[in-house]
């Protein structure tokens, strides 16, 4: 059981590709190694290719190209239903003519599986999502939250050790759908399950995720920690897609270690980390977050670059100061600011002079 190299490849895409016409790729080449009990999610706007993934690991679609393993085990020629893999889709797909209990019953019966064991199974899965007291109820008679859960514990009710969830949580509304957020984390770990999950929402990937998966294009873009994606992108797509984020472009003027300087197209320079660019004369796009921007000149380095910038909007945003300004040619540069006493609300028409640590200003592609 405990074989460490299983545990820790327990899901595997090697070199998987995908198309449906047989003409375009929509999945290129995918490489992604999971160890058992991560919860990983793929994250990426709609079209990228997510679901398609998902379909493949869970049997209802075939890789074009490439290997899926489970367990060690290569999973291409296993019927969905072989594979042990739960799931739960946006939609719920609960039948409706159906009680509760009876459509978390239900696959176990086909599975031929005995009535008292069905039924102890039923009830663990119902109290797992705190829904016991529900299980005479029909779906209609349950709130889109509630039907959520059951279509939760219907995915558990297996025991299976790996459930993918396709966004689940798309058509509840904002408060509901952070506290399932929450709920389905904890789940996850109380029950040590492998989890892959598929949102758009960078947010809920943030928040829910051991490693996020950024797909763009039939590709992962970046694999890492929330807190590692968005400290860290490896290229603009990413810097762009998670968080928001500040650009400038220019071109590397020099190189020098973990420093560079970047004439931006208006002539001002600029200090940046060099992520994605290697020599002078390369075309950057530097990106800067907005909460890693200062303005008093008291808390910047000694001997750093600043850039002018004009001050157009000032917006109160209660925890925060959200503030527009216009900084080499930009008018949607965005400074963040916490709502502390000593901090100033800078005022539309202000001249001031901004700046940063190198290492926050990435100097990605451009
Ligand atoms: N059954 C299908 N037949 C043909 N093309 C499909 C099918 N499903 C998805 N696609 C196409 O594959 C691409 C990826 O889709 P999908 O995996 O659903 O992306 P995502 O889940 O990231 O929104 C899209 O261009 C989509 O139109
Ligand atoms: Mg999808």
């Known amino acids: 059981m405990a074989d460490k190299n299983v545990d820790n490849a327990f899901v595997e895409f090697d070199r998987v590709q995908k198309s449906y016409d047989g003409e375009t790729l929509v999945v290129k080449d995918l ?16 079209g990228s290719g997510k679901t398609t993934c998902l379909m493949m690991l869970a049997g209802f679609e075939t890789a074009t190209y490439g290997d ?52 102890q199974k039923v009830k663990r899965a119902l109290d797992m999502v705190q829904m016991g007291a529900f299980g005479g109820r029909r779906p209609a008679q349950l709130s889109g939250g ?14 299976a050790e790996l459930v993918l969830m396709d966004e689940p949580l798309g058509a ?57 994606l968005y400290e860290e992108p490896e290229n603009s797509f990413v810097a762009q897609f998670i968080g928001e984020n500040n650009t400038l472009e220019g071109v590397v003027q020099e190189i020098n270690g973990n420093r560079a300087t970047v004439q931006l197209d208006g002539g001002e320079v600029i200090d940046a980390k060099p992520v994605n660019v290697s020599k002078p004369g390369e075309r950057t796009r530097v990106s800067i977050r907005p909460e890693r921007v200062e303005y008093n000149k008291d808390r910047l380095q000694e001997g750093v670059h600043t850039l002018k910038a ?24 965005i400074i963040k600011t916490r709502n502390a006493p000593d901090q100033v609300r800078l005022q539309p028409g202000t001249q001031i002079e901004i700046g940063w640590l190198p290492e926050d200003c990435h100097a990605l592609d451009a």
């Open 310 to 333: 004009e001050v157009l909007e000032f917006i109160y945003m209660g925890d925060i100061f959200r503030t527009r300004l216009k900084v080499a040619g930009n008018d949607e540069f």
């Open 31 to 46: 490489n992604l190694t999971l160890p058992r009990g991560e919860f990983l999610t793929m994250l990426g706007p709609s």
């Open 68 to 119: 899926i393993r489970l367990g060690g085990v290569s999973i291409n020629n296993i019927p969905p239903h072989k594979r042990g893999i739960g799931m739960v889709f946006q939609n719920y797909a609960l039948f409706p003519h159906m009680t509760v209990a009876e459509n978390l019953s239900f696959p176990l019966e086909v599975r031929k599986m005995g009535k008292s064991e069905r039924e």
């Open 172 to 228: 509840l509304d904002k408060q509901l759908r952070e506290h399932m957020q929450f709920e389905i984390k904890r789940i996850a770990d109380d029950l040590g399950i492998t989890v892959v999950y598929v949102t758009h929402d960078q947010t809920e990937a943030l928040t829910m995720s051991d490693r996020v998966a950024v797909f763009n294009d039939g590709r992962i873009q970046q694999l890492a920690p929330p807190d590692k």
């Open 146 to 159: 509630q039907q959520q859960r059951i279509a939760l514990a219907r995915a558990l009710v297996f025991e």
